[in-house]
């Protein structure tokens, strides 16, 4: 008899495995009926998750500790045993900034864009008219990711800049309507606005963090603990859904699933290109091969390092104006839940790290680690800047990035 | 106190609107666009809204909240810890609700239990409408299918009606099922 699980998601390409996992009947063979809820928001997919619409939620990482904590609403403990993927965001800017920031067109690099960017930010700060930057919500990596960039640039977030949150399918019409000057969103929704011509993509939040923590599987607290044995199952068929979405062979399947109406309800051709790793930066260019633009398999990336949360948690001190608190710093900890995921996989054929928490952003290159099963490689994870962050030492990390 | 309706739905606005009315000392402000959203709230300075749950805004609204609570009216995100089950009927029935911090406690429970029962009997008119929708389709098929019986078959009306209910009945379907069948096949066959 198979156990239901309902999962909930917005439309965003990184909501692939558990629609492929429910596609491909990879959660029917682990005996998991798998229900997918559609929503438009992020505040609709927690309170779904929250009041038991769903068992288990596609959600932004920081979102999750933020709920855990209680920032915003009453605390209520959530628990994540997976990561859905790391990275696959854009930065858009419109025509005018890209122009002024990236007159070379292509990808460009943090520091370079940034440097020129904060020129820009001051001018338009002084003449009265303050940038204003799109991310896609509060809680969410987007924001993490592009505050970390611009303050390590000099553009101070709040200070030199205005961040605002816009929904991801609204990202194109605020570019245009000039609501903002720039977003940072998740695929497909930077190239609709690049495919309408309203802006130029200049950066992918992969180059801000090579390895930086994306969507994660939350599932309230004691959920996860009554429904112990099909969220593993679960977790088994996601593997296995995000071994398929990997493989060339399966991209233009993959793609026009996703771009189903009842999914993505997008542009198959777009969706496609993010898979593959490869993005139209401006419109009638050349599609440009960037590497790991989206990371859902390779080295473990589902594997819920409690390093990432700890991480997510220094910015939201560092962000919301908090003092460092070491009860808040374990709790956050607490919610991503590697032991979980290794019970899951134990005695599959899949890899498990041997540390349940790593230094982020040391590796430069190629580096096989310590496993309890199989073999693992982790390669370059830095951060643009060059900082690393040490797990061990959060107040330390937090007193430097001040 | 003012209440401030974000619907993108008009029709749903208005009916809960006119639920609200009945309250004594109510201010009713209706926000059917997306656009200018936060401004239009920032205007109104609304004691509560109201929101329908799947509204795309939500999280540019929640963001303008907590940055709000740096002002002096802040608005606090409702999820009034204390009443748990009057929250789950109101995510039960679509609503989600945002609360001036502060505001009287007694007066939140029956206002969003009104508001609750709104959204529910927008919702079964909606159902109904749905229902009655299929029911015309339904109705206009069965009409085409006895159409080609007639013009095919030199049939009248009430024979060609008869045919198709003994081949649902031999079948095990329902008329409107060999309706579509008959007419799907009439398509195939050149037929218009």
């Known amino acids: ?402 | 106190m003012r209440i401030a309706i974000v619907d993108e739905s008009a029709a749903r606005a208005s009916v809960i609107q006119e639920g609200l009315a009945a309250l004594d000392d109510c201010e009713i402000f209706m926000v059917t666009e997306r656009r200018g959203l936060v401004a239009r709230i920032e205007q109104i300075a609304p004691d509560i809204v109201l929101m329908d749950l799947g509204n795309p805004s939500r999280d540019v609204l929640e963001e303008y909240f907590i940055v709000s609570r740096a002002l002096a009216r802040p608005i606090a995100m409702f999820v009034d810890e204390s009443d748990e089950e009057s929250i789950a009927a109101s995510v039960e029935a679509g609503v989600s609700a945002y609360v001036v911090d502060g505001f009287a406690a007694h007066r939140i429970r029956p206002l969003l239990d009104l508001a609750v029962r709104r959204f529910n009997a927008f919702a079964r008119l909606q159902s109904d409408l749905a229902e009655a929708r299929g029911q015309l389709a339904e109705r206009e098929a069965i009409d085409k299918a006895k159409r080609i019986l007639m013009q095919s078959r030199k049939l009248t009306e009430p024979v060609a009606y008869a045919e198709l209910r003994k081949a649902a009945m031999n079948q095990g379907r329902r008329i409107v099922d060999i309706a579509e069948a008959l007419i799907t096949a009439h398509g195939l066959m050149g037929g218009k």
């Open chain 1, 1 to 402: 008899m198979a156990q239901e699980l309902t999962v909930g998601f917005l439309p965003l390409v990184d909501a692939c495995l558990p629609i492929l996992a429910r596609e491909h009947g990879f959660a029917e063979a682990e005996g998991v009926s798998l229900t997918l809820v559609k929503d438009m928001s992020w505040a609709t997919v927690l309170d779904r998750l929250l009041y038991g619409h769903s068992d288990a939620a596609h959600l932004v990482a920081p979102l999750a500790i933020a709920t855990t904590l209680g920032r915003g609403r009453p605390a209520k403990p959530l628990a994540v045993p997976f990561v859905l993927g790391l990275n696959g965001n854009g930065i858009t800017l419109r025509n005018d900034l890209a122009d002024r920031v990236l007159p070379e067109g292509g990808l460009g690099h943090p520091a370079e864009v940034g440097a020129r960017l904060a020129v820009v930010a001051r001018e338009r700060h002084d003449a009265g008219r303050t940038l204003r930057f799109g991310v896609v919500h509060r809680y969410s990596s987007h924001n993490y990711m592009l505050r970390y960039w611009l303050a390590a640039c000099g553009v101070a977030p709040d200070r030199l800049v205005e961040i605002t949150t816009v929904a991801p399918p609204f990202c194109a019409d605020a570019l245009e309507a000039g609501e903002v000057d720039a977003i940072c969103v998740g695929e497909p929704w930077g190239s609709v606005a690049v495919e309408r011509g309203v802006g130029r993509m200049v950066l992918a939040t992969a180059q801000i963090w090579r390895r930086g923590v994306e969507k994660v599987l939350a599932l309230r607290e004691p959920v996860l603990e009554d429904r112990r044995e099909p969220v593993e199952a679960l977790i088994r068929a996601l593997r296995r859904a995000g071994a398929h979405f990997v493989d060339p062979a399966n991209w233009e399947a993959n793609a026009a699933i996703l771009a189903r109406g009842e999914y993505l309800d997008g542009d198959a051709t777009l969706i496609r290109r993010a898979i593959s790793d490869r993005l139209l930066l401006a419109r009638g260019g050349d599609e440009v091969h960037f590497a790991d633009f989206m990371f859902q398999h390779r080295e473990a990336a589902n594997f819920p390092w409690v390093s990432q949360a700890e991480w997510l948690y220094t910015q939201m001190v560092r962000w919301d104006g908090l003092a460092f608190d070491a009860a808040d710093a374990a709790k956050a900890a607490r919610v991503f839940r590697p032991d979980v995921y290794r019970s899951a996989l134990k005695g599959s054929g899949e890899p498990l790290p041997g540390a349940s928490s790593k230094v982020e952003g040391s590796l430069e290159g190629p580096l096989a680690v310590t496993t309890q099963q199989g073999a693992i490689t982790l390669s370059d994870n830095r951060f643009f800047d060059g900082a690393v962050f040490d797990p061990a030492d959060l107040e330390g990390y937090i007193a430097r990035q001040a």
